[in-house]
């Protein structure tokens, strides 16, 4: 049984020793010291899956809305993620944050969504709501420029990062027409008076067309969350599942199998220390325990944990004949974090 552990956030760099006072991963610790590097790559979790299953288009918003059941009948234009932001006053520039926290409620969304479509048909623009917190956008026609990723424009200044190319000004005066749109909405309205945070406007990401690609079945499960990551599986005909909240669930279908845990990544994104150590005192428990465990008995025989610093993503090799690598001590996770 073969086993690939995708953990983004896993590493936070240049952290600072304090995060590190009172966590204890001793689990992590013996992975880590008995693994091997096998290969990097340049760029994140998502670079690393558009590598690892030679997906060239990948990452793009096209994927997650192969998952809608109402996409439109033509499958020309461009996807993008849509996601519905708060904008968070810092002197003199506003930063991005995320709608994982603002508690959007699907009436919310879909109201929202039904404004912003009544506004911008006219210019072939059509949203959908996929999640409460995640939107997409199909345009007719062919996207150029250049977006920055949501992950990497969460918790940064909304200027510096703003579209990039041929007609980037055009992006910037229909997102700023969403704002308005938006921050007048009778949702916003309410909100406000419940004093809840408002949904300012949404960010733009991830431009992509839809593709179909003939794959034969796969025999690895995907345990995944994310949509993006979901709709490739449909692409490639490999059979996926939610990430399950415990490991034993993957041990006992005795299936190589790849699973993909968030959480971490979401805590470091949001720069929340206290979620991030509680995050990683989770996986230790629930997933690096037990696997650790099934290593030393044969049980899997194999294990890759894909881990991602700020620039590169690393694939790290355990294999049941390294726990009699006695020379290989504990690797404690601080030490990949400097």
Same mark, same amino acid.
């Given at each position: 049984? #073969?086993?690939?552990?995708?953990?983004?956030?896993?590493?936070?760099?240049?952290?600072?020793?304090?995060?590190?006072?009172?966590?204890?991963?001793?689990?992590?610790?013996?992975?880590?010291? #008995?693994?091997?590097?096998?290969?990097?790559?340049?760029?994140?979790?998502?670079?690393?899956?558009?590598?690892? &299953?030679?997906?060239?288009?990948?990452?793009?918003?096209?994927?997650?809305?192969?998952?809608?059941?109402?996409?439109?009948?033509?499958?020309?234009?461009?996807?993008?993620?849509?996601?519905?932001?708060?904008?968070?006053?810092?002197?003199?520039?506003?930063?991005?944050?995320?709608?994982?926290?603002?508690?959007?409620?699907?009436?919310?969304?879909?109201?929202?969504?039904?404004?912003?479509?009544?506004?911008?048909?006219?210019?072939?623009?059509?949203?959908?709501?996929?999640?409460?917190?995640?939107?997409?956008?199909?345009?007719?026609?062919?996207?150029?420029?250049?977006?920055?990723?949501?992950?990497?424009?969460?918790?940064?200044?909304?200027?510096?990062?703003?579209?990039?190319?041929?007609?980037?000004?055009?992006?910037?005066?229909?997102?700023?027409?969403?704002?308005?749109?938006?921050?007048?909405?009778?949702?916003?309205?309410?909100?406000?008076?419940?004093?809840?945070?408002?949904?300012?406007?949404?960010?733009?990401?991830?431009?992509?067309?839809?593709?179909?690609?003939?794959?034969?079945?796969?025999?690895?499960?995907?345990?995944?969350?994310?949509?993006?990551?979901?709709?490739?599986?449909?692409?490639?005909?490999?059979?996926?599942?939610?990430?399950?909240?415990?490991?034993?669930?993957?041990?006992?279908?005795?299936?190589?199998?790849?699973?993909?845990?968030? &959480?971490?990544?979401?805590?470091?994104?949001?720069?929340?220390?206290?979620?991030?150590?509680?995050?990683?005192?989770?996986?230790?428990?629930?997933?690096?325990?037990?696997?650790?465990?099934?290593?030393?008995?044969?049980?899997?025989?194999?294990?890759?944990?894909?881990?991602?610093?700020?620039?590169?993503?690393?694939?790290?090799?355990?294999?049941?004949?390294?726990?009699?690598?006695?020379?290989?001590?504990?690797?404690?996770?601080? &030490?990949?974090?400097?």
């Amino acid at each position: 049984m #073969k086993l690939t552990l995708v953990l983004p956030g896993l590493i936070w760099p240049h952290a600072d020793k304090q995060f590190f006072r009172e966590l204890s991963l001793p689990s992590l610790a013996w992975l880590l010291g #008995k693994a091997s590097k096998i290969k990097s790559i340049t760029g994140t979790c998502n670079d690393w899956l558009a590598d690892a &299953t030679q997906s060239r288009d990948f990452p793009s918003a096209a994927y997650a809305a192969s998952l809608l059941a109402n996409q439109p009948t033509d499958s020309a234009g461009t996807w993008l993620f849509a996601h519905p932001i708060h904008l968070i006053p810092n002197r003199s520039e506003l930063r991005i944050a995320d709608a994982g926290q603002l508690g959007i409620s699907l009436l919310e969304a879909e109201a929202l969504v039904r404004g912003l479509n009544q506004h911008f048909a006219q210019d072939g623009m059509q949203f959908y709501v996929q999640t409460p917190d995640q939107w997409l956008l199909h345009v007719a026609n062919e996207v150029t420029e250049s977006f920055t990723p949501f992950e990497t424009a969460v918790g940064r200044s909304m200027d510096p990062i703003l579209p990039t190319g041929p007609n980037a000004m055009v992006w910037h005066r229909q997102m700023n027409e969403m704002q308005m749109l938006m921050y007048n909405h009778p949702v916003n309205d309410e909100r406000d008076a419940k004093g809840m945070p408002v949904i300012h406007g949404v960010w733009l990401s991830s431009p992509g067309k839809s593709t179909q690609t003939a794959s034969q079945p796969s025999s690895t499960q995907w345990w995944i969350d994310n949509v993006m990551w979901q709709g490739l599986a449909k692409q490639l005909n490999i059979p996926f599942s939610p990430s399950p909240s415990r490991s034993e669930m993957i041990l006992e279908s005795e299936k190589d199998a790849l699973i993909k845990l968030e &959480t971490a990544n979401w805590a470091q994104i949001r720069q929340d220390v206290w979620a991030w150590q509680e995050a990683l005192r989770e996986v230790e428990d629930v997933w690096f325990t037990p696997l650790a465990a099934a290593l030393s008995s044969g049980k899997v025989s194999q294990l890759d944990l894909v881990l991602s610093d700020e620039s590169e993503t690393s694939t790290y090799r355990i294999q049941t004949s390294d726990k009699w690598k006695f020379w290989k001590r504990p690797l404690p996770l601080e &030490t990949l974090c400097s």
